[in-house]
């Protein structure tokens, strides 16, 4: 007998449509989609594997979710699962899952993933190493924190996602420029976190019925605030092959412990964090999803192994078991430099043939910029290349010498 799961998937995004082709595909289960883009728009295979489709004005308002879900529920039954992959859906489907009756994520869990300064709050009354922070409702108490903590400064919205509108602050004036620009209210405040310096790494890991299963360790070079600051600045990616180290203990230990702490029972979740040396760490932010940036791909690489299946079979059966760690992979990102005139358009790419001629051998997927495309407006930048290798030393030296030999030029 087949069950009735309904993903929420806002727009057709690639990514999202590889997730939502593996909840299609997991035995016994009867999909139905809610969007906001039409059905027309799907491939035309995905369009044929799913049992219905809803469309809604706004994917994010959980009213609009309940009402679909109702709907979907008098064609198929009522679902037993209402889930999505993107950060931004993590509130609304918790309040539609509440308001339904469906098991999963609950609202003030939601939240505490959700709201960066609820979230610190609940790392640090859990003993876990975070920045201080404040989640400021005017200027004085913005300027109070400067003046307690010192600079640099890191600004960022309470509900971001992917580092934007991310902000660093170096002195007294970048903080009234921001005030100027973005003033503080009870309504709309802004968070204020220490800067924390090291090197800045990824955690991924999942729980089952509450207890750790499974995790990931990965590595930005640089730091994603960094890349944001800069926008010619290429980067990538690492994930080792061997994440079982003595110097990855502390974030093993204090991972878990957070994802626990903020009340992730069964899921996939994404956490970013500071190695600071000497076993020392801190925990940046996470969320109650699967990662971005094509990380969900490099883990299928390193795994051999389909995570984009794997996650709704996890969020749907509570199953879990991917296969050891084989390989190293990482990702190397392609974003384009303007010139002083600015630039929409690629205009030009350099250095692929030579980039190619040495290291073509280790990619396994690539997404590559061509002359005339729009620009992106994401860190993601232009197009990707991913490599993997047995051996972590052979994978960390590639991807330095591709961002430094690939060029795309903007015009």
Not at 49 to 71: I, K, M, Y
Not at 112 to 123: C, E, G, I, Q, W
Request: glycine residues 10%.
């Amino acid at each position: 007998m087949s069950i009735h799961v309904i993903f929420v998937a806002p727009f057709f995004m690639e990514t999202t449509l590889r997730f939502v082709a593996g909840a299609a595909n997991l035995p016994g289960v009867n999909l139905s989609l809610v969007s906001q883009d039409p059905a027309e728009k799907l491939p035309p295979g995905l369009r044929s594997s799913l049992a219905a489709h809803w469309r809604v004005e706004n994917a994010l308002d959980a009213g609009q979710l309940v009402a679909a879900a109702r709907a979907l529920a008098g064609q198929l039954g009522p679902p037993v699962r209402l889930l999505g992959a993107l950060e931004q859906l993590q509130v609304p489907l918790a309040r539609a899952r509440e308001v339904l009756g469906i098991e999963g994520l609950d609202v003030q869990s939601a939240l505490n993933f959700r709201d960066k300064a609820r979230m610190k709050d609940v790392l640090r009354t859990a003993g876990l190493p975070c920045a201080r922070h404040v989640l400021a409702e005017n200027a004085e108490q913005a300027r109070a924190f400067a003046v307690e903590v010192g600079f640099p400064l890191v600004a960022k919205p309470p509900a971001g996602a992917g580092g934007k509108g991310t902000y660093r602050l170096d002195s007294g004036q970048d903080l009234t420029n921001l005030l100027q620009h973005y003033a503080p209210s009870a309504g709309e405040p802004t968070l204020l976190e220490e800067f924390v310096s090291g090197t800045e790494h990824s955690f991924d890991s999942v729980m089952v019925k509450g207890k750790p299963a499974w995790h990931s360790i990965s590595r930005y070079m640089p730091a994603p605030l960094q890349v944001l600051e800069n926008p010619w600045i290429q980067w990538c990616v690492f994930l080792p092959r061997d994440v079982s180290g003595e110097e990855y203990a502390p974030i093993r230990e204090a991972g878990f412990r957070a994802v626990e702490a903020l009340g992730l029972q069964t899921g996939l979740s994404h956490m970013e964090w500071f190695q600071l040396g000497h076993q020392r760490i801190a925990i940046s932010e996470v969320g109650a999803r699967p990662p971005g940036a094509q990380i969900t791909s490099l883990l299928s690489w390193a795994h051999d192994f389909d995570f984009y299946q794997a996650w709704p079979r996890l969020m749907v059966f509570d199953e879990f078991d991917p296969p050891p760690r084989k390989h190293a992979v990482g990702a190397a990102y392609f974003r384009g430099q303007k010139s002083a005139a600015g630039g929409t358009r690629v205009r030009q790419i350099h250095g692929l043939d030579e980039a190619q001629r040495r290291f073509g051998h280790l990619v396994v997927e690539s997404r590559l910029p061509s002359a005339g495309q729009f620009a992106s407006d994401s860190y993601e930048g232009e197009g990707y290349v991913i490599i993997r290798d047995g051996d972590s030393d052979v994978v960390e030296e590639a991807l330095q010498q591709i961002v430094g030999l690939v060029h795309v030029e903007l015009a």
